[in-house]
């Protein structure tokens, strides 16, 4: 069995532009309008809202929430819990699978980052080194951060959303923001790990070798071997340490390398992916267009200047 395989890519609708980028269930909501969207990875997207004296009930099903408000708000509040008032720069986290009932005043705007798990966990990972078990999200109401704030109206919202010459830029400052986010709730403290998963030992020397080896076919069998355990539980093990599952992992460091060769700008495409692992130049960029948002050309393009 092969550790990357062909799988299906479900399309998504582009017949309307400004479709609710994740899975949310809103009730009475007449007067909300989606002023626009963008989807900068498979993980990352943002959404701008305008919305006025509605009750509405909020669930996300797949992603997190960081919501700030633009403008407006004075007079939205939660009616499920106590709660203050919204303002200008006030912000909301709505974790995953959480549940809110709001009843929302005069105009107002404000803007959505959805941001799913494993994208956080794997960042607090890379960032701060840290146990992605340890990483839970608090449902937080109508907080302030003054530097988070400055990133949303600064550069978020005058950044031209449709443009591909913006999205690299936009991905670092989605990043940034998710950062202090962490920061923020303490998280950059490094603790000690929790028992389970692959040790440090084991875990540093299946990912040197998936470093080494991300231009060949590799095999699962391979990779329980060095880590002295079945395919089964070397699977679930992987998971729990590194937020993502040993494909996963492979494809991230095959898209890196990609990236890299791409920056150099000195082979052909259809080249680039044979020297990266994948079977041939299609594979690659619906596998490169999934994770960064861009088709392998327009990265090119962009990055080369």
Aim: glycine share 4%; net charge neutral; proline share 3%.
């Amino acid at each position: 069995m092969t550790l990357i395989k062909p799988i299906t890519v479900l399309q998504r609708d582009t017949t309307s532009a400004y479709s609710e980028p994740v899975a949310t269930s809103f009730e009475q909501s007449i007067s909300k309008i989606c002023l626009r969207q963008t989807s900068l990875t498979d993980a990352l997207s943002w959404a701008h809202y305008q919305n006025e004296n509605d009750h509405l009930y909020y669930v996300n099903e797949k992603q997190h929430t960081l919501s700030m408000y633009m403008s407006g708000g004075y007079e939205t509040h939660r009616t499920d819990v106590q709660s203050d008032f919204g303002a200008p720069g006030k912000f909301c986290l709505m974790p995953k699978n959480s549940e809110s009932k709001w009843q929302l005043g005069q105009t107002q705007q404000f803007m959505h980052l959805y941001f799913t798990d494993d994208y956080l966990k794997q960042l607090a990972l890379k960032v701060f080194d840290i146990d992605p078990r340890m990483l839970q999200l608090p449902e937080l109401t109508f907080t302030n951060d003054t530097a988070t704030e400055a990133l949303f109206r600064h550069c978020m919202a005058t950044s031209d959303w449709q443009s591909t010459n913006n999205h690299l830029a936009m991905e670092q400052v989605t990043n940034t923001i998710l950062v202090s986010m962490l920061q923020n709730m303490g998280i950059s403290k490094r603790l000690a790990p929790i028992k389970g998963g692959l040790s440090p030992k084991v875990a540093t020397l299946v990912c040197d070798y998936m470093q080494a080896n991300f231009h060949r076919q590799v095999y699962l069998a391979e990779l329980a071997d060095l880590a002295q355990l079945s395919e089964y539980h070397f699977c679930r093990m992987f998971k729990q340490s590194l937020a993502q599952t040993p494909q996963t992992y492979l494809l991230a460091v095959r898209i890196e390398q990609v990236k890299l060769r791409l920056r150099a700008g000195l082979e052909n495409t259809a080249d680039i992916a044979l020297q990266c692992g994948f079977s041939n130049q299609s594979h690659m960029g619906r596998y490169f267009k999934k994770r960064v948002g861009l088709s392998p050309r327009q990265y090119r393009n962009i990055a080369t200047g």
